[in-house]
T-cell receptor
Framework: AQSVTQLGSHVSVSEGALVLLRCNYSSSVPPYLFWYVQYPNQGLQLLLKYTTGATLVKGINGFEAEFKKSETSFHLTKPSAHMSDAAEYFCAAGTYKYIFGTGTRLKVLA | EAGVAQSPRYKIIEKRQSVAFWCNPISGHATLYWYQQILGQGPKLLIQFQNNGVVDDSQLPKDRFSAERLKGVDSTLKIQPAKLEDSAVYLC????????????FGAGTRLSVL
């Protein structure tokens, strides 16, 4: 069965520190990959996407992710965390039909 | 460009009651999705429409859930009768082939079944 796995349901970082949120997908999942962010009481907002081409993808708010086929990974990073980055982050895979991971809640410590 | 609109934002009902949610997708988006997001989990697809036809409803509990998209624009999702385990956020999303089939989400309806 196709699946998307996010390692770590909760991640805490200090303000200004590197953010790393992990996502792995099953090899049978199509290579369209996405990261969405969800702020409290809001819907999902697209951060970035990988469809084809360059494997390092830049998104909004300073986030980027790298598609590594050999590792079946699509980890999300940001060099310097900001308080406003505190939210829940979802990795998803698919084309017309998305499979979502279970989410990682990011906490940013002052 | 207006985003995906959903209403109501919150709904509290008692078990065995019925409830309906409404979604208005982004203008011109042919594909519409309804997801269920249970607390602590990722969204799970319930049903996918292409215009006014159902593409995938394999995970829709058809004994109690129903959805329609008359005229291929707005959509309603209904639960009748509701169970305690239906407490969740119901998200609507829409996409367009011209927009690389990226799904854009509404703010969701938070349902509490007591």
């Amino acid at each position: 069965a196709q699946s998307v796995t996010q390692l770590g349901s909760h991640v805490s970082v200090s303000e200004g520190a590197l953010v790393l949120l992990r996502c792995n997908y099953s090899s049978s999942v199509p290579p369209y990959l996405f990261w969405y962010v969800q702020y409290p009481n809001q819907g999902l907002q697209l951060l970035l996407k990988y469809t084809t081409g360059a494997t390092l993808v830049k998104g909004i708010n300073g986030f980027e992710a790298e598609f590594k086929k050999s590792e079946t990974s699509f980890h999300l990073t940001k060099p310097s965390a900001h308080m406003s980055d505190a939210a829940e982050y979802f990795c998803a895979a698919g084309t017309y039909k998305y499979i979502f991971g279970t989410g990682t809640r990011l906490k940013v410590l002052a | 460009e207006a985003g995906v609109a959903q209403s109501p934002r919150y709904k509290i009902i008692e078990k065995r009651q019925s409830v309906a949610f409404w979604c208005n997708p982004i203008s011109g988006h042919a594909t519409l999705y309804w997801y269920q997001q249970i607390l602590g989990q990722g969204p799970k697809l319930l049903i996918q429409f292409q215009n006014n036809g159902v593409v995938d409803d394999s995970q829709l509990p058809k004994d109690r859930f129903s959805a329609e998209r008359l005229k291929g624009v707005d959509s309603t999702l209904k639960i009748q009768p509701a169970k305690l385990e239906d407490s969740a956020v119901y998200l609507c999303a829409s996409s367009s082939r011209l927009a690389e089939n990226i799904q854009y989400f509404g703010a969701g309806t938070r349902l509490s079944v007591l």
